[in-house]
């Protein structure tokens, strides 16, 4: 890697965005030409030496591990690697007893103890992944990837190959574990070497670091690739379909085939994801059928890891995978309405899109409103549409969102119709603790019996859609040149028009009273002043009446468009169209 790329790494690493910082770490981490290290490891000490702990800290801290097999860069500054071997293990520590914060296939966790492998005859080292070994075995929970990262230790124990190890391996490969078996068998031997032999002993593939390796790939190069690899992995062991995390892979695959490669070629169009409509994605993205078909496999794939592990998506709440998925489900709910909710069983305010979520006006902040729109719900039907009711607190001091769901998307509606051509399905209160139930007193999931949903129906708001009558620019226009303000009363703005009235009204008024005193000044050869005294009003009455006429006129067609003007509006204020009584 030339020298150049290293620095364009580094200054990326500095000023990137998060998920840019965590590449360029990881690509600095896999150098492995001593010079390209002595390079960047001032660039990894710098990421490293935050005092903010994020990921991108943690994956400094793996990079900066696999330059311990550079014995120069370990003689120069060995309390730098002594660091952050005791960091990596303080990590694997907490994992062990937390499997449930481990990232999906224990990618991360891996990579943590292959960088560890390198520290050659380190009994510290040792002492501390069978100390993560323990632990794992200790905790309940999460075995799959418990189990995981035990393997990792055994695996990178025998690595390691300092004796105490041998003692560790041996007990348990008593105890029957093939990745121990495998580790005392080809002690002192490479980290893929002893991989190999596991493979070769019969390990669980999903042990298998290849697994490993393509789901690290999925989200940028080959998720084709990827794809493959599962399929064959699946085929050798069926009861992966109870693996939650296989599910998660198969579904991140299906996700960077369907809009996450398209999402990244097109970066330079800054389109805002929450608030693209169907014409955007399609139009300006480039999504097309086979795109959206792709995501709807990767919902299925959500969908089956979730029956695998239930809870397993509200875990990722406030993480960037809980971004990703909601990326994905809003690309393919904008383009095939309701699509999301019958694969997965669930669905978010937020993926309808502004178009489909109304509210009744002046009755609840948009404020309050934006946290219920990332909150999962489930509902008996299939519901497309949503009209915010109101927001409170129930008796157990939950904050809600009372909300009209609908079968049907509001672009149906035509001026004079109900809100029940739209197919209203019932309402939902959807709790600030992620639950959601028909009534305030039910927590979970809703009732569905038949008497219940009725209920609901009847107690739906009979809104009517409104839209203003046209008015005609022209006509507003000429009615504020004649008599300022008169076009902004027609347009319906009365106080912003009796106003223009009374100051164009009153500039008329001084010039007819100037016009007096004009007459006595050119009586007394004082022309020229008393012209300027009555032609000074008449110049500001004509330019307020110019300006008023245009704002009329541009305003009137602001009307026509459905757009709801406030009382003092001008034409150059913005303001949101007037739909559905929104």
């Known amino acids: 890697m030339a020298l150049e790329k290293i620095e364009r790494l580094g200054q990326q690493m500095q000023f990137g965005s998060d998920d840019e910082r965590i590449w360029a770490i990881i690509e600095l981490g896999n150098l492995t030409d001593k010079d390209e290290q002595d390079e960047a490891f001032s660039y990894l000490v710098w990421e490293a030496s935050h005092e903010t702990a994020d990921d991108a800290k943690l994956w400094a801290h793996i990079s900066l591990t696999k330059f311990v097999t550079n014995e120069s860069l370990r003689r120069a500054v060995p309390a730098w690697f002594e660091s952050a071997r005791d960091t990596l293990l303080r990590f694997l520590l907490y994992y062990a007893q937390h499997p449930e914060d481990m990232t999906p296939v224990g990618l991360r966790e891996t990579e943590m103890v292959k960088a560890l492998a390198g520290f050659k005859g380190d009994k510290v080292v040792v002492e501390g992944l069978t100390q993560v070994v323990q632990s794992s075995v200790e905790t309940e929970g999460h075995r799959t990837l418990s189990q995981l990262l035990i393997a990792r230790c055994f695996r990178g124990i025998g690595a390691i190959g300092e004796e105490s190890g041998r003692e560790v391996l041996k007990y348990w490969s008593d105890q029957g574990s093939v990745a121990a078996k495998a580790a005392s068998e080809m002690f002192g031997a490479t980290w893929e070497d002893i991989e190999a032999r596991e493979g070769q002993m019969g390990a669980p593939p999903i042990e298998g670091q290849a697994i490993m390796e393509d789901v690290y790939r999925l989200s940028e190069s080959d998720p084709d690739k990827a794809l493959h690899t599962l399929g064959e992995i699946y085929s050798k062991s069926p009861t992966l379909q109870q693996n939650p995390l296989f599910h998660y892979s198969v579904a991140t695959a299906y996700g960077t085939k369907g809009f996450w490669q398209l999402w990244r070629q097109k970066q330079t169009l800054d389109i805002d994801i929450l608030v693209a409509d169907e014409p955007t994605l399609r139009g300006e993205l480039g999504l097309t059928d086979e795109h959206l078909d792709y995501l709807e496999k990767a919902m299925l794939a959500l969908k089956a890891m979730e029956d695998a592990e239930p809870g397993r998506l509200a875990k990722f709440k406030g993480t960037d995978r809980q971004v990703q998925i909601d990326a994905m489900a809003i690309a393919l709910e904008r383009c095939r309405p309701g699509r999301v909710q019958e694969l997965l069983g669930k669905t978010k305010l937020i993926y309808f899109g502004l178009e489909r979520i109304k509210r009744l006006r002046h009755q609840v902040d948009e404020a309050l409103v934006n946290p219920f729109l990332y909150i999962f719900f489930d509902f008996h039907t299939i519901v497309r549409a949503a009209l915010i009711l109101e927001h409170g607190r129930d008796a157990k001091g939950r904050a809600y969102l009372h909300c009209s769901l609908f079968s049907r998307t509001f672009d149906v509606l035509a001026p004079g119709d109900t809100l029940g051509k739209v197919g209203i399905e019932g309402s939902i209160y959807i709790f600030d603790d992620g639950t959601c139930g028909y009534f305030l007193e039910q927590i979970g999931k809703p009732e569905t019996t038949q008497e219940g949903i009725g209920k609901q129906v009847t107690q739906q708001p009979q809104l009517v859609l409104t839209q203003p009558k046209s008015k005609e620019p022209i006509l507003a226009a000429i009615l504020s040149l004649l008599f300022g303000g008169m076009g902004q009363i027609y347009i319906g703005q009365t106080s912003k028009g009796i106003l223009l009235i009374a100051v164009i009204g009153g500039a008329i008024l001084l010039s007819c009273c100037l016009g007096f005193v004009l007459l006595s000044l050119s009586q007394r050869g004082a ?56």
């Open 527 to 582: 022309t020229w002043l008393g012209l300027l005294c009555c032609g000074i009003p008449w110049f500001v009455d004509t330019i307020m009446a110019i300006g008023s006429s245009i704002d009329a006129y541009i305003l009137a067609q602001r009307v026509n468009k459905g757009e709801s003007l406030q009382a003092w509006d001008w034409f150059g204020t913005s303001r949101t169209k007037n739909r559905g009584g929104q």
